[in-house]
């Protein structure tokens, strides 16, 4: 404080007194611009017009720091300085030249002009920082991912993504990607670059980042087939499965609330075995499945099995073609309960095959199978179907027997709606009458032709025939059926 109000008064002082020869003039500084790291470069410092028999001490700072010396000559007679400097980081910035009269306390300091000196430092050491944490990701989540050098400056970045340029989302050396999607999965790498005087490039690459994007799992499906072991005791095999979702995937079952299990697979679906009791309601079923994003839900099913029971109904309707001929001719086989039904059809107590050459089979489980029968050459023969549990064949139930042949398909009569209602008084009548005398023929005769008017009509009192077949069909079909059989168990026992 002193000291510097000492200067400012005589400094004053010699103004007043003698300005030329207390005054020194600036210094100049000269120098590179740019340079390299490390490298040796050499900055100079002259007085243009030094003062005679004084002692002059140059000093270089950079400008913002006047308390770290980065080099110091004394001239003596007008010597120019020279400071060869060995470059680091901290010359970068606005250098400057201090001259001062190192005996002459008349004398002000003087500064030269700033020389902006750029320091460029070798880019190395780039690595990818996942700054969203994580490196699986699903599909919808966002991605930002920083490249840190260690050292370098100033550093360009750009982005690959498995060896292609990313474009969007970069910024300095920041990548931000709003919504992934798999696309945007891949190995990612950072490239730093730098250059010094436009011919030496320097680059670091990062290590590659490999980002995956998972597909968040569906919601999955529930199903379950009955088995029966060797014990006779049942289980539910139910299935969970989601049809897309990148595994590994837990799947859980649950009971209402209660979970029943649950298991972690790397591909395809979950069974899951569950002791079933039948003809009981086991409560309600739901697969959940999650592969870590959220957990996706199945529908609720309930866990009944019943099993199946008689009578066996089979009944029939028909297509007519022109001139009221017969063409087609479906037989409809349904059980009266059975959630698991497996129906199989007879001709001449032989199984079809789903297919053959007059005919095929349609299985509408649980409810019906349909045996669409086209009118031809062969189909003539007794027809019946049977129905079993699907997992369990040792209870089966027979239907009817129906006798079908070309002719009386041929004989086919126009249909007699009019009539039908005419004679609609005398038709119930007679039902009255052959149900009386139906039930007294099944207890009487194991008969294997029946007429088919009285078949029917004892069909039609047992209710298991609309009167609409009855009426139209009453010619086409006669019924082959052995009355014992008929809507009857033959239940044999399993070993
Ligand atoms: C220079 O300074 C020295 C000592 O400070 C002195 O002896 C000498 O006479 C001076 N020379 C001139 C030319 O002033
Ligand atoms: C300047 O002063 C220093 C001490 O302050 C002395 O060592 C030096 O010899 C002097 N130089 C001249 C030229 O007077
Ligand atoms: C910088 O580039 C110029 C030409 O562009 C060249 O003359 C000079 O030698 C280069 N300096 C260095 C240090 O490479
Ligand atoms: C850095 O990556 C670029 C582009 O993939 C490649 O051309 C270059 O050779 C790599 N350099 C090093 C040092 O790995
Ligand atoms: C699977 O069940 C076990 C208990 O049986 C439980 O500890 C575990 O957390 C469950 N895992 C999942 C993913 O629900
Ligand atoms: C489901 O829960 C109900 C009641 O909690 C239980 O009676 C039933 O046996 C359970 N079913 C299964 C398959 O665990
Ligand atoms: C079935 O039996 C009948 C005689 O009852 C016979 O006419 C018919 O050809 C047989 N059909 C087949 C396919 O065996
Ligand atoms: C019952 O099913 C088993 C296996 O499904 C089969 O081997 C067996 O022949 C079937 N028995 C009858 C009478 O259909």
Same mark, same amino acid.
């Given at each position: ?25 600036? =210094? ?11 490298? !040796? ?15 002059? *001490?140059?000093? $270089?700072?950079?400008?913002?720091? @006047? ?38 306390? %008349? ?35 966002? $991605?930002?991912?920083? &490249? ?10 750009? /982005?690959?993504? %498995? ?7 970069? $910024? ?24 010094? #005087?436009?011919?030496? !490039? ?30 006779? %005791? ?5 299935? &969970? ?13 649950? #009971?209402?609330?209660?979970? !029943? ?7 395809? #679906? ?16 739901? &697969? ?11 529908? /609720? ?40 039904? @497996?129906?199989?059809?007879?001709? #001449?107590?032989?199984? *079809?095959?789903? @297919? ?35 997992? +369990? ?8 027997? /129906? ?47 029946? =007429? ?14 609309? /009167? ?12 082959? @059926? ?12 399993? +070993?």
């Amino acid at each position: 404080m002193f000291a510097s109000l000492f200067g400012v008064f005589f400094g004053l002082s010699c103004v007043c007194k003698d300005s030329s020869q207390s005054t020194l003039g600036p =210094p100049l500084l000269f120098g590179p611009s740019v340079v390299l790291m490390g490298e !040796v470069a050499e900055f100079t410092c002259e007085l243009p017009t030094h003062p005679k028999n004084e002692s002059i *001490l140059l000093q $270089l700072y950079r400008e913002d720091d @006047r308390n770290k010396l980065l080099g110091e000559y004394t001239s003596l007679d007008g010597e120019v300085a020279v400071f060869p400097t060995v470059i680091q980081p901290h010359h970068k910035g606005n250098l400057e030249c201090v001259a001062k009269a190192q005996n002459n306390s %008349n004398m002000q300091p003087t500064v030269s002009k700033v020389l902006h000196l750029k320091v460029v430092e070798p880019v190395t050491g780039a690595e990818i920082d996942v700054v969203s944490g994580r490196s699986e990701l699903f599909e919808g989540d966002s $991605l930002e991912v920083r &490249c840190i050098v260690s050292a370098g400056d100033p550093v360009s970045f750009k /982005w690959l993504r %498995n060896g292609g340029h990313i474009h969007h989302g970069a $910024l300095g050396n920041h990548l931000m990607i709003d919504r992934m999607t798999s696309e945007d999965g891949g190995s990612y790498m950072c490239v730093a670059t730098n250059h010094f #005087n436009e011919t030496q !490039v320097y680059t670091s690459n990062s290590s590659e980042v490999v980002i995956t994007v998972k597909d968040v799992v569906s919601n999955p499906d529930i199903s379950f087939t009955v088995v029966k072991d060797d014990s006779h %005791n049942y289980f539910a095999m139910v299935t &969970c499965q989601s049809s897309s979702g990148t595994p590994p995937v837990t799947f859980s079952l649950y #009971n209402g609330t209660q979970l !029943v299990a649950n298991t972690t697979v790397e591909e395809g #679906n979950a069974i899951f075995k569950v002791t079933l009791v039948l003809d009981t309601h086991m409560g309600w079923l739901q &697969c959940q499945a999650d592969n870590g994003y959220r957990v996706a839900y199945s529908p /609720w099913i309930p866990l009944e099995v019943v099993s199946v029971g008689g009578p066996v109904r089979l009944h029939y309707d028909h297509d007519v073609g022109e001139n009221y001929a017969v063409i087609g001719l479906r037989f409809y086989c349904q059980a009266t309960k059975g959630s698991h039904p @497996r129906y199989q059809w007879f001709l #001449n107590k032989t199984r *079809l095959h789903d @297919r053959g050459i007059f005919y095929y089979i349609v299985h509408q489980p649980p409810e019906r199978s349909i045996l669409q029968l086209s009118v031809g050459k062969s189909i003539a023969g007794t027809y019946n179907c049977e129905v079993s549990d699907s997992f +369990d064949n040792s209870t089966t139930i027979t239907s009817r027997r /129906w006798y079908l042949d070309r002719e009386a398909v041929n004989r086919l009569p126009v249909p007699v709606v009019a009539a039908v209602f005419g004679c609609f008084t005398v038709l119930v009548l007679l039902v009255f009458i052959w149900c009386g005398l139906g039930v007294l023929l099944r207890r009487r005769t194991y008969v294997e032709e029946t =007429p088919l008017e009285m078949e029917a009509m004892v069909a039609a009192c047992e209710g298991e025939m609309d /009167w609409s077949d009855f009426s139209e069909d009453e010619e086409v079909v006669k019924a082959a @059926r052995a009355a014992e059989l008929d809507q009857t168990s033959a239940a044999s026992v399993e +070993d």
